[in-house]
T-cell receptor, first 114, second 109 residues
């Protein structure tokens, strides 16, 4: 069974640009969550999608957005990139997205802003 | 306030030593997860707990709901255990994960 796939693995952008990251969950998983990891703030929750609907959202500005498609694949978009957006972006999938189910993580997309 | 605290922040051990990493949280939870992150970024879910104790190979995770505390133990540590270990909790209020700052473990041969 294939794991969670994130693309691209590495990305370099400049300030002001926008970026779209992709996450393909494990087959059959309907919940996809996105996280940002930085050396200073650690892991922080961005948002969670379940059955194409955003179910939860963390404390991030509106420049961060996402969506989920009918096949459960998810994308997140960051507009007007800032230097502080440089981070490892991880997605995780689970069957139903409740806290008592294991989360399966992708290898992440490392985003660098110049 | 939803808070998760982990200790120690850094840990160096000799191969074969018994290791304990601690996680405390502020309010009631629906579940606590222990995660392992190797250099390069990939995260693996080790355990998911809502009560009691779980064991997988040399790893043991325990949780005390009344004291709002969990521990991750590694018996007979090995250099391949070197990684960052992260505690994540899902509080009863709210529906998202909150993470500890992580414990960076280095096991020396």
């Amino acid at each position: 069974k294939a794991g969670v796939t994130q693309t691209p693995r590495y990305l370099i952008k400049t300030r002001g640009q926008q970026v779209t990251l992709s996450c393909s969950p494990i087959s059959g998983h309907r919940s996809v969550s996105w996280y940002q990891q930085t050396p200073g703030q650690g892991l922080q929750f961005l948002f969670e999608y379940f059955s194409e609907t955003q179910r939860n959202k963390g404390n991030f500005p509106g420049r961060f957005s996402g969506r989920q498609f009918s096949n459960s694949r998810s994308e997140m978009n960051v507009s007007t990139l800032e230097l502080g957006d440089s981070a490892l972006y991880l997605c995780a999938s689970s069957l139903e997205g409740t806290g008592n189910q294991p989360q399966h993580f992708g290898d992440g997309t490392r985003l660098s802003i110049l | 306030k939803n808070e998760v605290e982990q200790s120690p922040q850094n840990l160096t051990a000799q191969e074969g030593e018994f290791i304990t990493i601690n996680c405390s949280y502020s309010v009631g939870i629906s579940a606590l997860h222990w995660l392992q992150q190797h250099p390069g970024g990939g995260i693996v879910s080790l355990f998911m707990l809502s009560s009691g104790k779980k064991k997988h190979g040399r790893l043991i995770a325990t949780i005390n709901i009344q004291e709002k505390h969990s521990s991750l133990h590694i018996t007979a540590s090995h250099p391949r255990d070197s990684a960052v270990y992260i505690c994540a909790v899902r509080f009863l209020t709210g529906n998202q994960f909150y993470f500890g700052t992580g414990t960076s473990l280095t096991v020396i041969p």
